[in-house]
């Protein structure tokens, strides 16, 4: 079975300091990762995905199939970086419906 | 705004009453999702279309839930007799084929009273 976990429900960190959400994610095969982030009353949107291996708005992420997680981190965060995030996966066969995590607030403080 | 919509925003019912949300998908999607999310937990998958073809169902989506989308356009999802327990958050997405973006709606909040 595909199962994403984030241990986190909320994070709260200050302004400037460094941030990571965790995601494990179970599945026997090769999935392809995700993180959807949704602001303050804006829609679900993506974030990143594991294989474009870009950054967004400074955030990254890397998939370690060893560890089977794929942890959000951004060095210095910044208040408009307070939302919801959830990480999710796609199974890389057959349907690629998404299964998501139960997301992390993070709370960005001056 | 070109983006997904979805209408209600918010739908008050009380139990046992029926009820059918919208969505409207990026004009040229051909894969839409309806998803559910209730309070505390991440979006959960119910059904997908490719085109007006409904090609998966999730479990949780009992015999009261139905959804369609006749013209490869828009979608309904119809859930009949509701229940305490539908009240959720219901989302659409839709994409340009697979294993690309998922583009989601607002949603349409459904409280079951």
């Known amino acids: 079975a595909q199962r994403v976990t984030q241990p986190e429900k909320l994070l709260s960190v200050f302004k400037g300091a460094p941030v990571e959400l965790k995601c494990n994610y179970s599945y026997s095969g090769s999935p392809e990762l995700f993180w959807y982030v949704q602001y303050s009353r804006q829609r679900l949107q993506l974030l990143l995905r594991h294989i474009s291996r870009e950054s967004i708005k400074g955030f990254t992420a890397d998939l370690n199939k060893g560890e089977t997680s794929f942890h959000l981190k951004k060095p210095f965060a910044q208040e408009e970086d307070s939302a919801m995030y959830y990480c999710a996966l796609t199974p890389n066969t057959g349907f690629q419906k998404l299964v998501f995590g139960t997301g992390t607030r993070l709370l960005v403080s001056p | 705004d070109t983006g997904v919509s979805q209408d209600p925003r918010h739908k008050i019912t009380k139990r046992g009453q029926n009820v059918t949300f919208r969505c409207d998908p990026i004009?040229?999607?051909?894969?839409l999702y309806w998803y559910r999310q209730t309070l505390g937990q991440g979006p959960e998958f119910l059904t997908y279309f490719q085109n007006e073809a409904q090609l998966e169902k999730s479990r949780l989506l009992s015999d009261r839930f139905s959804a369609e989308r006749p013209k490869g356009s828009f979608s309904t999802l119809e859930i009949q007799r509701t229940e305490q327990g539908d009240s959720a958050m219901y989302l659409c997405?839709?994409?340009?084929?697979?294993?690309?973006?998922?583009?989601f709606g607002n949603g349409t909040r459904l409280t079951v009273t």
């Open positions: 004009s040229e999607h051909n894969r």
């Open positions: 997405a839709s994409s340009l084929g697979g294993r690309v973006t998922l583009h």
